[in-house]
């Protein structure tokens, strides 16, 4: 059974899992986030999380050309000016286990690895061309007990997953199955047990109980170390995997979904490489081009020419109509003789007549006055 669960808007991702905690109740849960755009079964990273026993596990993909954009309400002006943030991402060479991770700011700045994980691995594969899809599966239990003692924790992606990754290498000590702080002023010591814990985690990743408690010393069962496993699924480079958290996101993988990744919209596409809703009318001599999408009820005037764009449902677009490389959302009025390029158009939006837009977003319910001419603008309502 489906459930809905409201929360603050500004409570983060980790704070919404504290806030819906007592609903879980399964040994692991899968973690999506809403904007993931994939054909990759989350079967297959639960079986990947399963297989290791692994506390976390996150899906990796291949990062857009551009980087991946961390705002979803950059403009047009912005989405050029601002360089786009890359995760710096360090696995064990199998690929498999994660070792480190630094994301959004923290790739700006220096980037520090401990000496003791290169120590214990003998080396570290750095990607930075690896996005996360923010598709996370993790043990419950240790989820709701860092959520519990790290109650300043707001986002899974930004605190959580750091946090996991960093202290699968300073597990706690349990003496006698209760935990002990390290503080025998042996640094030493204490950095040789957490190579030897490192090292054994990699070693033994295929046995999968290996996260329980384990001894240090021959000699001394009742002294153990609680360890645990950070774990990395790397999508196939044939698989598709986007995140819709901008604008341009949203405009590119529209594209895709008409183009290479058509297999994701759900529909056949006709001879002409193209998606025409069998409601839609078209005037005379108005061409449709491959790759484009006209949605249910929509509506075309004659002389018109759609090139690699997508036109939503019952939109009504006049005649000698130009679009190109743009995406025209639901229920949109554009008058006669409108040249509409590189554009977002949201729903139940209105350009009157010889309305001319290149690169331009323009907000839901937004009237484009006759005449107006437009490049690289966010155009949208005042808020009352």
């Known amino acids: 059974m489906t459930k809905v669960a409201a929360v603050p808007e500004d409570v983060g991702t980790a704070g919404a899992l504290r806030a819906i905690a007592h609903h879980l109740t399964a040994k692991d849960i899968l973690v999506v986030s809403g904007d993931l755009v994939s054909d990759v079964p989350p079967g297959a990273v639960a079986a990947a999380h399963r297989r290791h026993d692994a506390v976390v596990t996150t899906m990796l993909c291949s990062a857009p050309v551009g980087g991946p954009a961390e705002s979803g309400s950059s403009s047009a002006k912005d989405k050029i000016k601002k360089p786009r943030r890359y995760n710096i991402i360090g696995l064990d060479h199998s690929k498999q286990f994660l070792l480190h991770i630094a994301t959004g700011a923290e790739v700006e700045k220096d980037i520090l690895i401990q000496k003791n994980i290169l120590r214990a691995v003998g080396q570290m594969e750095i990607r930075s061309d690896l996005m996360d899809a923010h598709m996370y599966a993790f043990k419950r239990s240790v989820l709701q007990e860092v959520l519990n003692e790290k109650d300043r924790f707001q986002s899974l992606k930004q605190d959580v997953l750091p946090y996991l ?11 006698n199955g209760v935990p002990q702080a390290e503080e025998n002023g042996n640094d030493k010591v204490s950095s040789q047990n957490n190579q030897a814990m490192v090292s054994q ?154 309305v001319v837009l290149k690169d ?18 966010s155009l949208a309502r005042k808020e009352k």
Do not use: W
């Open 201 to 354: 985690i990699l070693i033994n990743a295929s046995m999968p109980s290996f996260h329980e408690p384990y001894a240090l010393g021959h000699h001394d069962s009742s002294t153990l170390r609680r360890t645990h496993k950070c774990c990395a699924y790397i999508a196939s480079n044939s698989k598709y995997c986007a995140r819709l958290n901008s604008i341009q996101a949203f405009s590119d993988i529209n594209r895709d979904v008409i183009g290479e990744a058509n297999h994701l919209s759900g529909y056949s596409f006709s001879a002409h490489n193209n998606i025409i809703h069998p409601s839609a009318q078209l005037g005379s001599k108005t061409t449709v081009g491959p790759h484009c999408m006209l949605g249910e009820g929509s509506q075309m005037g004659d002389k018109c020419s759609v090139k690699r764009s997508v036109i939503g449902r019952h939109c009504r677009i006049g005649s000698n109509v130009k679009v190109v490389n743009s995406v025209i959302m639901n229920h949109v009025t554009v008058g006669d003789g409108c040249s509409i390029q590189g554009s977002v158009i949201c729903s139940n939006v209105q350009l009157q007549e010889r």
């Open 360 to 377: 331009c977003q323009v907000g839901a319910g937004f009237v484009v006055t006759a005449g107006c001419e437009y490049k690289g603008e």
């Open 165 to 175: 990754v960093r202290s699968q290498l300073r597990s706690e000590v349990l003496l």
